[in-house]
């Protein structure tokens, strides 16, 4: 999946980006007028006034930035103790996620991961010597 969109709001940004997870895609958006790859927290228009934005599927591999574990149960879908991760993708942008595969002792900042879904379709991320996104 690859799209050409204009941001005219926050919604619109992330209705583009739920799209893409919803086709089990991790998605890069790129300002169209000079190729800058966006944030996952860009809101705004370029400083020019440009608002398109294209979209891309990102490779999935990843960086574990930092994580903290939970272990109160906020949600069923999350059983604790789970590990709540932020994470920097290859191309750049940070997400915060969860990591599914690692005991939080074995986890350390700078580890290799890779981006997966769950059958559910939910985005995670697994240490890297596990299969990813294909």
């Known amino acids: 999946m690859s799209t ?4 005219t709001d926050v919604s619109a940004f992330e209705a583009t980006f739920l799209q893409f997870i919803a086709a089990r895609e991790l998605p890069i958006a790129r300002w169209t007028h000079n190729g800058e790859i966006l944030s996952y927290a860009t809101r705004a228009p370029a400083a020019n006034g440009a608002r398109n934005v294209t979209w891309s599927k990102a490779s999935g591999a990843a960086t574990l930035h930092s994580f903290t574990v939970y272990h109160r149960q906020y949600h069923p879908d999350f059983p ?3 590990v709540v991760a932020m994470v920097e993708l290859a191309e750049g942008p940070q997400l915060v ?3 599914t ?3 939080a002792k074995d986890l350390r900042v700078g580890m290799p991961l890779i981006a997966v879904f769950e059958p559910s379709g939910r985005l ?4 890297a010597n596990t299969r990813g996104l294909s």
Not at 4 to 7: A, F
Not at 124 to 127: K, N, R
């Open 124 to 127: 995670v991320f697994h240490a």
């Open 80 to 82: 604790v103790p789970y």
């Open 4 to 7: 050409t969109s204009v941001i």
């Open 101 to 103: 595969n690692a005991a």
């Open 97 to 99: 996620s969860t990591i």
